[in-house]
Structure formats: C-alpha cells, structure tokens
C-alpha cells in the first residue's frame, strides 16, 4: 500500500512538472516567450462565432519541413467586427530564435467559420486562422518555398504579467 502511495505521489510530481514545462516562459530558444497583453471583452453586438475568437490560444505547428514543428500562441487582446488586435507568439527551433510581434490582423468569413488572417510585410508569408468550435485551425503559407504548415490550437489559460 505504502509503495503504490509513492509511486501515485511520483507520477503526480513528473505530471505536474510535465505541465509547467508546457506553460514555461523562458528565454531558452525553444520556448514561448509572452509579450503582456490585455484581453478586451468583445462588443455584445459581434456574432457569438466572432466573440468566440477572443483569448489565448496554443498549438504546434506541423511543418513537411521539420519534423517536430514549433509551438505558437495566438493572443486575441481584441476583436472587432473588420480587425483584430492580436499577439502571435512563436517557439523557436533549428537554431531559429523564439519571438513575439503585435499585428493588426483581418477579421473575415471563410464559409460559415469566422477567420482571423495577416501577411507578414517582410516575406511572403500569409498566416489563416479558422475558429472551428472549440479550436482555432491555422494555415501558414510560405510562399519563398512554396510549402505550407498547419496548427490546431486550443484555449488556455495563463498568468499575465499586466
């Protein structure tokens, strides 16, 4: 009895700490590292779909180029009818450096799902995020290399420093 309570009590401490590594925000280059935010309470009046796509999101990207991906955010501070205020956090990997950077993204309709999408002026890199229920699709398109990644991300929620 007493050897099954240590062992109950050490997968509990490698789960626990298993979940703060997923949460960790540190400078290491392949963490998230998480600008402070403020999320806005979406205006009533938006379609329930589109006040829906406030919040933080989490997910992994798959890429045909790395095998493991990277972790991203999307923090959606606010949300309007045309425009979003969003945060687009990303861990790096492959000697890539991690970062953050705010954008002001479009908000839009791709059949019935609300649509968050950006380009990034630097590179012909177009980002799509789709809300699909309970979880945010995303498209990345690189049009350097002609190849594409994608995300499922899911809410979550985190400490903010504001």
Known sequence: MKKHMVRARFFLLVFCCSLLFCLNVSADSDQLTISKYKIEAPDPSLPKEL???SGV???RWITPWRSQGFESLLIVE???KDNADIIYC?????GQNNGNVKIKAKVGN?????TISWSNKSSPIDFLFTLKGEKVIGIRKDGNY???ARIEMTRISIQNEN
């Not at 990303?90 to 492959?94: D, I, K, L, S, T």
């Not at 791709?110 to 609300?114: P, V």
Request: hydrophobic share 25%; aromatic share 18%.
């Open 51 to 53: 006040q829906a796509f």
């Open 57 to 59: 999101w989490k997910g």
């Open 78 to 80: 606010r949300i309007q």
């Open 90 to 94: 990303w861990g790096g990997v492959y």
């Open 110 to 114: 791709q059949g019935n799902n609300c």
């Open 146 to 148: 002609n190849n594409e």
